[in-house]
């Protein structure tokens, strides 16, 4: 059995086509969940990245692995105390701890451990690779890494391989050379002008005024994420943005289905397409 693991920071399930999005943000994607399962029920139980990946990585909530937020004692899983053996608990009971006792060889491809000094989460994997980034990787930075593996991995029996992609998580990074699909494209219709002008009395990190949490600069390595939204022009470019991460990150995740196919190991492959949680597109007068 080969299992591939697409863990999509960020991503939002009603920005997908194949949860009714207008647009065509995930061809690829869609592709995969028409001939699979679909999960219309399905939450974060922790959030957000950290949390998010340790309530996966241990099979516990928050409240029980001691990771509830990005720092101080909040930021720690919690030990196991004087109970702890020679090797701990993750070493058996971690999710690819799993996959290893079925005998599988296990593999990573993230900068996750680095970007949240999230040791913990390469428990249980034989390999491990760090894109090197600390989340800020674009999908032509993740890609050829996965490729790679794949080239001289795929035709193995026996493997689960975990894959991070970043692009839909601010900032919004897809490159300039995709240029902008949507940009005659409705945006989603409950975002009005009078929305708009609601959202903007308030204050607060990630509210209109301040979307990078505490300013409004725009950074020239990111033009697809606006520091504020001051009119339906700026909330088009934030959404846009957005969108374009996905659809840059799905078009590379096409080429990698498209590999897989090519050494015909498809029919004995489990994809599983998940994500650490979404991204607020205004909800509660929130972005980003």
């Known amino acids: 059995m080969r299992v591939l693991l697409l863990d999509l920071d960020s991503t939002r399930p009603d920005h997908l086509g194949c949860y009714g999005y207008h647009r065509n943000t995930s061809p690829n994607i869609d592709r995969i969940a028409a001939e ?9 139980s922790d ?5 998010s990946r340790t309530a996966l ?10 990771v509830v937020g990005h720092g101080g004692t909040a930021a720690d899983v919690r030990h196991e105390g004087i109970t702890r053996d020679f090797r701990d608990k993750l070493a058996s009971e ?4 799993i996959f290893r006792r079925a005998g599988m060889k296990t593999a990573l491809i993230s900068p996750f451990g680095e970007r949240h000094s999230a040791w913990t989460f390469y428990a249980g994997f034989n390999e491990m690779y760090n894109t090197g980034k600390g989340g800020l990787e674009s999908a032509e930075e993740v890609s050829p890494v996965v490729l790679d593996w794949l080239e001289r991995n795929a035709d193995e029996e026996n493997w689960m391989l975990y894959v991070n992609f970043w692009d839909p998580h601010t900032p919004y990074r897809a490159p300039e ?10 945006l989603p219709d409950w975002i009005t002008e009078d929305v708009l002008q609601e959202h903007q009395k308030k204050v607060g990190p990630h509210g209109v005024n301040e979307i990078n949490m505490y300013n409004n600069e725009v950074s020239p390595d990111y033009p697809r994420h606006p520091g504020e939204i001051r ?19 799905d078009e590379h995740i096409g080429a990698i289905f498209e590999l897989l196919s090519h050494k015909g190991v498809w029919d004995d492959l489990i994809i599983i397409i998940t994500a650490d949680h979404g991204e607020n597109m205004g909800e509660l007068g929130i972005y980003g």
């Open 94 to 97: 971690s999710f690819p701890a």
């Open 57 to 66: 990585m241990t099979g516990k909530f928050g409240i029980h692995n001691g």
């Open 231 to 249: 009119s339906m022009e700026d909330l088009r470019t934030m959404v846009d943005g957005y969108d374009c991460g996905i659809r840059h990150m």
């Open 47 to 51: 959030a957000p990245c950290f949390p």
């Open 177 to 186: 050379s995709l240029g902008n699909p949507f940009e005659h494209e409705p």
């Open 36 to 44: 699979g399962v679909r999960f219309d029920n399905y939450y974060t």
